[in-house]
T-cell receptor, first 109, second 115 residues
Framework: QKEVEQNSGPLSVPEGAIASLNCTYSDRGSQSFFWYRQYSGKSPELIMSIYSNGDKEDGRFTAQLNKASQYVSLLIRDSQPSDSATYLCAVRGYNKLIFGAGTRLAVHP | DGGITQSPKYLFRKEGQNVTLSCEQNLNHDAMYWYRQDPGQGLRLIYYSQIVNDFQKGDIAEGYSVSREKKESFPLTVTSAQKNPTAFYLC??????????????FGPGTRLTVL
């Protein structure tokens, strides 16, 4: 079992819809979780961090954490073509972040 | 502007050569990291350093070396012992001071190709 798992996609959603990206992790003791956005050929950009169970909202982005189910998700409301990118889930391990392979999101007009 | 710079953006290496990738940050961050990304894969940690003159191996350190002589700088050398070095190399940094020690910020990356 991989430490951090994501569906590779592509996840295709129409413009204006809600995109839902999911991530599961294996270390039950993990306390810190992050979502990065990576455009093709570019470096990852931190868009959300979450540390407590529940929802955390920032603009069109909502991160959801359920530690009991070892599940973290990212919702993107009113998806735009500019949101088309690969989204990387990262979980804090010992002195490092453990990254999933990423989910590719495609928002079509 | 505060940020992380990496150079060069593109690097071509002949087999048997060592090459050094530069990473500099002016964010006053204590910790710095090197990752490797292969197509369609997540990031894998090569080395990290939490303080000057100290660094630790990550998950795939073989064939790589680093130094941390200054807080601002964390160069990575890809040696000839690294059998498959063609990849996208990313440098990141983080700081404990803001209470967000976990949040890592990335430089623009160096794309290394072995000819």
């Amino acid at each position: 079992q991989k430490e951090v798992e994501q569906n590779s996609g592509p996840l295709s959603v129409p413009e204006g819809a809600i995109a839902s990206l999911n991530c599961t992790y294996s270390d039950r003791g993990s306390q810190s979780f992050f979502w990065y956005r990576q455009y093709s050929g570019k470096s990852p950009e931190l868009i959300m961090s979450i540390y407590s169970n529940g929802d955390k909202e920032d603009g069109r982005f909502t991160a959801q954490l359920n530690k009991a189910s070892q599940y973290v998700s990212l919702l993107i409301r009113d998806s735009q073509p500019s949101d088309s990118a690969t989204y990387l889930c990262a979980v804090r391990g010992y002195n490092k972040l453990i990254f999933g392979a990423g989910t590719r999101l495609a928002v079509h007009p | 502007d505060g940020g992380i710079t990496q150079s060069p953006k593109y690097l071509f290496r002949k087999e048997g050569q060592n090459v050094t990738l530069s990473c500099e940050q002016n964010l006053n961050h204590d910790a710095m990291y090197w990752y490797r990304q292969d197509p369609g894969q997540g990031l894998r940690l090569i080395y990290y350093s939490q303080i000057v003159n100290d660094f630790q191996k990550g998950d795939i350190a073989e064939g790589y070396s680093v130094s941390r002589e200054k807080k601002e700088s964390f160069p990575l050398t890809v040696t000839s012992a690294q059998k498959n070095p063609t990849a996208f190399y990313l440098c990141a940094s983080s700081s404990p001071r803001t209470g967000t020690y976990n949040e890592q910020f990335f430089g623009p990356g160096t794309r290394l190709t072995v000819l």
